[in-house]
């Protein structure tokens, strides 16, 4: 029988204070997290303007954060400005740590990330941010012209029940708009792992956004850099009629 969804906070709410999410989403790491609880733990893979602000939404909504960098001790002032539910640690750290993940690196950084990391990745949620730009990224940013971003990020990021967000738009804006009064800025997401894209909707919506689920990772080509969905700072509303998606 459907339960109604404030049943289901409170069983979740439940499950985290006795601890028993933790032991769920270790029995069942693919399946466990269908949807962000509050307080779900979030590993954020490269902490700077982007990691850190989206990052510091997700603190503020109340979840425990690890921002990550291959230096962590530089992240001591950030995590302390945010609060007790801020840490920082190493990229591996911050990747256990999170029942999702959250990256934002050079797009170029992908294929490395994806060989030091691949196993521990695996099965993980991964909200992917990172554009692919030719004079930074080299030769990959081609591949991203010609197969799309998300394919491409799934490639390297193998295993990794990866969604595409927050990448259409500058921190700053993310940082200004954030939890604004409705309408929400709408935040187009896509992916092909239909618990993952729950997971990431909630997240997104944590975060003060609303989110607008493109399709799968191949029509996140829709949304990357110079496609119609990029650096749209509009309602859901709006965005959904700019894609032509169904209201
Ligand atoms: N800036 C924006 O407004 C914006 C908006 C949407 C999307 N994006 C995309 O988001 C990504 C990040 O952009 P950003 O502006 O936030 O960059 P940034 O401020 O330069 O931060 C990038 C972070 O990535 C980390 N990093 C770099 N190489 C790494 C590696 N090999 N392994 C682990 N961590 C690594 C760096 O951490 P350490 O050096 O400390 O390890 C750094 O903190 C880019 O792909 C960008 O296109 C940016």
Redesign the pocket.
């Known amino acids: 029988m459907p339960q109604h969804p404030s049943l289901a906070r409170t069983r979740r709410s439940l499950l985290l204070a006795s601890g028993a999410w933790g032991v769920l989403a270790a029995l069942k790491p693919d399946r466990a997290l269908a949807q962000a609880p509050a307080g779900s733990r979030i590993g954020v893979?490269?902490?700077?303007?982007?990691?850190?602000?989206i990052g510091g939404l997700w603190v503020k909504a109340g979840h425990p954060v690890m921002f990550?960098?291959?230096?962590?001790e530089?992240?001591k002032d950030m995590v302390a400005g945010l609060g007790p539910l801020a840490s920082a640690g190493t990229?591996a750290q911050a990747i256990a740590f999170g029942d999702a993940l959250f990256i934002?690196?050079?797009?170029g950084?992908l294929p490395?990330?994806g060989r030091d990391f691949g196993s521990a990745l695996k099965g993980k949620v991964l909200l992917d941010?990172?554009?692919?730009?030719a004079s930074?990224?080299g030769s990959v940013a081609d591949e991203v012209e010609q197969e799309g971003v998300g394919v491409v990020s799934q490639k390297y990021l193998a295993g990794a029940r990866l969604v595409r967000a927050?990448?259409?738009?500058?921190?700053?804006?993310?940082a200004r708009e954030a939890n604004r009064p409705a309408p929400r800025l709408a935040i187009p997401i896509a992916g092909d792992d239909p618990d993952a894209v729950k997971v990431a909707a909630e997240l997104v919506r944590d975060a003060g956004f609303d989110p607008v689920v493109v399709g799968k990772l191949a029509d996140a080509r829709r949304f990357q850099r110079g496609g119609p969905g990029y650096g749209q700072s509009v309602s859901a509303a709006e965005l959904r009629q700019k894609l032509s998606l169904a209201p």
């Open positions: 893979i490269g902490a700077g303007r982007i990691g850190g602000t990550s960098s291959r230096h962590p530089e992240l990229v934002a690196v050079p797009y950084a490395q990330i941010a990172c554009n692919a730009v930074r990224d927050f990448n259409t738009m500058s921190y700053a804006i993310f």
